[in-house]
């Protein structure tokens, strides 16, 4: 008894289905491809002067050629233990330091006004390492470096 209530129930089930989702989609109505067709040939021959390239545009005023965008400053400096550079130029605005340093005890490298005033703490390291950091500078002006390490070191600004 129960076996053919499952039939029953399944076979209402597909008829439910097929009924519902048919299998074989409507027909959609033909596309038309356009074919091409050969242009007509011309009654009469055309003047000459259709068959010469068009004449050169009107020359237009031209604006300066741009300025070259002014070259980053690369300034390098390298040595042992603790130093100050000498003074350098820098414009206001983003630097990028690069430093290493070969040494097993702090390296600190301060950048410094021209008045001695400290403007930028660029690394602050205990032992060997190599980094990178970026600051600002508010002002152009001449500046320097301030190094502390007790090993050899490296530092590249680039602005």
Partial sequence: MKSLILVVMGALLLGFFFQCC???PAEAPPIEVPTEQAAPPPSQPLP???LAPPPPPEPTPTQPPPTPA???VLLEFGGHGNEATQLFRL???LIRCDYTHDGEWNFIVYLLDE???SVALLANEIGAC???SANGVRDAGNYLLDV???G???VTLSQ
Avoid: I, L, V
């Fill in 130 to 132: 190599e980094g990178s």
């Fill in 70 to 72: 002014s070259r980053p």
């Fill in 152 to 154: 050899n070191w490296t």
């Fill in 22 to 24: 048919p299998s074989a």
């Fill in 115 to 117: 008045q001695g005033d």
């Fill in 91 to 93: 414009s206001s605005g």
């Fill in 148 to 150: 502390t390490g007790d």
């Fill in 48 to 50: 000459e002067d259709t």
